[in-house]
């Protein structure tokens, strides 16, 4: 089984809302990783967990805040949000076994619009 | 630096067309190589890699074959079918970086029957 979920699949929310997106994986991988992706554009990476450790955060304004609970979930929660952060959010896990170059497993994504 | 050039599309095809879609790379150490495609709506799903030169990824049809002295990994596809539409990503990985991946820009293929 090599599936990673997301939800909500899709989510409108204001400005001035908080909410927070959900990633979970039951494949064993000790690393996740949260991307954001604009139309016609690739995945630009925002967070890795390593071992439910924040290990590199891509400059990402703090109204994105990122949590790893346990081993198989990464939450990314969500605050007074601006409209150009509309886009998809894909969740991804690989090994964790970090000598190694690995195999990313992305999830289905969450398509945020922020009104 | 680490980067990933691909040729830009939309790539237009007809049904049982060869398909190649160019890629090059630049990378410091030893890179791994993926491609990753990616259909209307949905996230990224891997369809091949390499993690040395001279190894052929194949998925599906796709091939690619990590060459080291030309930095390249080109995608090929013998007879495309309507359902290969999508974009397609390619990307490599750097070892001692925490395995982030460096995408290409993407090239958009559309297969008409």
């Known amino acids: 089984d090599t599936e990673v979920t997301q939800t909500p699949k899709h989510l409108v929310m204001g400005m001035t809302n908080k909410k927070s997106l959900k990633c979970e994986q039951h494949?064993?991988?000790?690393?996740m990783y949260w991307y954001k992706q604009k139309a016609k554009k690739p995945p630009e990476l925002m967070f890795v967990?390593?071992?439910?450790?924040?290990?590199i955060n891509e400059s990402v304004p703090s109204r994105f805040s990122p949590e790893c609970p346990n081993s198989s979930l990464l939450n990314l929660h969500l605050h007074a949000l601006q409209p150009e952060d509309s886009a998809l959010y894909l969740c991804?896990?690989?090994?964790?076994?970090?000598?190694?170059?690995?195999?990313?497993?992305f999830g289905p994504g969450t398509r945020l619009l922020v009104l | 630096g680490n980067s990933v050039t691909q040729m830009e599309g939309p790539v237009t095809l007809s049904e049982e067309a060869f398909l190649t879609i160019n890629c090059t790379y630049t990378?410091?150490?030893?890179?791994?190589l993926f491609w990753y495609v990616q259909y209307p709506g949905e996230g990224l799903q891997l369809l091949l890699k390499?993690?040395?030169?001279?190894d052929k990824g194949s998925n599906k049809g796709f091939e690619a074959t990590y060459r080291k002295e030309t930095t390249s990994f080109h995608l090929e596809k013998g007879s495309v079918q309507v359902s290969d539409s999508a974009v397609y990503f390619c990307?490599?990985?750097?070892?001692?970086?925490?395995?982030?991946?460096?995408f290409g820009s993407g090239t958009k293929l559309n297969v008409k029957p």
């Open positions: 991804a896990s690989s090994q964790g076994l970090a000598v190694f170059q690995e195999t990313q497993y």
């Open positions: 494949m064993g991988h000790r690393a």
């Open positions: 967990y390593s071992y439910e450790k924040l290990s």
């Open positions: 990378a410091t150490g030893y890179p791994s």
């Open positions: 390499a993690t040395k030169a001279d």
């Open positions: 990307a490599l990985t750097v070892p001692g970086n925490f395995n982030k991946f460096y």
